[in-house]
């Protein structure tokens, strides 16, 4: 049967088949390899309202439980990021004498631990029981559920609407888009504003960052496909603004529809989009066919790097980099272990092709010729780290947006 749209039921096109794949999060131990979990990894996007999303859903418990190891506050830039955001939803959203603010997809706390910590209203919905009790242990009201409509509509009637909701990169993360985005509708009082911020479609293409594509990566936005969506929902879009996480992301300001002037760069980004024939698909046939070469070209760098008895190691165990290491067969005998800073990740193995994580001491401990950055969306942060590595003789590979060395 053909797959239809998550968003207007419209019959969507696949463009790009990574094959079978393991979840991006499933690091595992020898005990569970014969049971592991594949699924086809196909993204197609709809001819009709644009957006671009998975073909095949794994469930959501699946992905999103107690098992769940990727921490917000893992990343300094990602912290500070959110620090800035509660400092500007503070600043001029919140001005009700006894505000409420509720994020969607609230994880260990890294952004509403500001509110608890300035005495504010607020409630995190977090499924993943591994984050939501670190957001618990920093005093975060957390509730371990799956955000949905209905839960808004009982969030409203126990404590009245909310100024402002927050989700960042986890709209991308949800199948049910309606129930959410409803969910928000009900939330929102007049006068509130949604933040919703996801990874940007266009910049995926522009950087040919195809490993941003894996399960927990339901929908990949652009300022079209939100505002179709929003709209479904009596929601506006009434600013976007670009931020420079996550291989480059967009934020949508949202308000009940109607209610507030919409900023002349939001009709601007429209006709942009528009005019660059992003949803073309010339566009998405010549995407995939850079996610070839660019994959092709890096197992051939790795292979005579072996040839040469160059070891190489891998730079952070991310969720992205299981789908360049699943869809190229980059195997152990190519790199050696992966170096991550996440203990829950320390001694298991990647998804699917089973590479060893080790902690950052090990890498530390024995400097190797050269560390291929699964972690690109963070190169800045990373390097800033590491200048002990680049004096030793050490040497970054990278793939997105192409093969290089820097
Ligand atoms: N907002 C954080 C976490 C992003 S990871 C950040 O930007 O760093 C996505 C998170 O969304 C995960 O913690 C996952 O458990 C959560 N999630 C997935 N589906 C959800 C849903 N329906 N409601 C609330 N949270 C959800
Ligand atoms: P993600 O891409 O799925 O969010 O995972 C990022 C992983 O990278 C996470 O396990 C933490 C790890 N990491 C490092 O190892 N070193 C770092 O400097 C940073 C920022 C993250
Ligand atoms: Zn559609």
Not at 167 to 177: M, T
Not at 319 to 341: A, H, M, P, Q, Y
Request: negative net charge; hydrophobic residues 45%; aromatic residues 10%.
């Amino acid at each position: 049967m053909a797959h239809t749209c998550r968003a207007c039921a419209s019959p969507t096109e696949c463009f790009i088949d990574f094959g079978r794949m393991p979840l991006a999060n499933g690091f595992l131990t020898p005990d569970q390899f014969a049971d592991e979990y594949f699924f086809d990894l196909q993204a197609g996007y709809c001819p009709h309202c644009t957006l671009v999303q998975l073909i095949e859903q794994p469930n959501r418990e699946r992905m999103f439980n107690e098992r769940y190891p990727f921490f917000s506050a893992s990343s300094s830039r990602m912290s500070a990021h959110f620090s800035a955001i509660a400092r500007d939803l503070l600043a001029r959203h919140l001005a009700t004498p006894d505000p409420l603010v509720v994020e969607i997809g609230s994880n260990d706390g890294t952004l509403l631990r500001h509110f608890a910590e300035a005495g504010i209203r607020h409630i995190g919905f977090e499924p993943s029981a591994s984050v939501a009790a670190a957001a618990s242990a920093r005093s975060v009201n957390t509730l371990r559920r799956f955000f949905d409509a209905d839960l808004a509509g009982q969030v409203v009637a126990a404590h009245g609407p909310a100024d402002a909701v927050i989700a960042a990169n986890a709209l991308s993360h949800v199948a049910d888009l309606h129930s959410v985005v409803a969910g928000i509708r009900t939330l929102l009082a007049p006068a509130g504003i949604a933040v919703i911020e996801d990874p940007y479609w266009a910049e995926v293409v522009e950087q040919t960052a195809f490993d941003q594509i894996y399960d927990e990566h339901a929908s990949y936005f652009t300022l079209t496909s939100v505002t179709a969506l929003f709209a479904q929902h009596d929601l506006e879009v009434i600013d976007v603004v670009p931020q420079p996480v996550h291989g480059g992301s967009l934020r949508y300001l949202i308000a009940p529809a109607g209610q507030r002037p919409s900023a002349g760069r939001v009709a601007d980004l429209l006709a942009r989009e528009r005019a660059s024939g992003l949803h073309l698909p010339a566009t998405f046939a010549a995407f995939r066919d850079r996610v070839t070469a660019n994959g092709e070209q890096l197992v051939a760098r790795l292979q005579d790097l072996r040839r040469r008895r160059q070891r190489v190691v891998g730079y952070g165990a991310t969720s992205k980099s299981t789908t360049v290491i699943n869809r190229f067969g980059i195997t152990s005998d190519l790199v050696e272990f992966i170096s991550d800073t996440t203990p829950a990740k320390h001694g298991t193995f990647t998804p699917g092709a089973h590479i060893p994580v080790r902690s950052h001491a090990e890498f530390a401990a024995a400097y190797p010729d050269w560390a291929l950055l699964f972690l690109w969306n963070h190169a800045a942060e990373v390097r800033a780290k590491e200048p002990a590595f680049t004096a030793a003789g050490g040497r970054w590979l990278g793939y997105v947006p192409a093969v290089r060395d820097f």
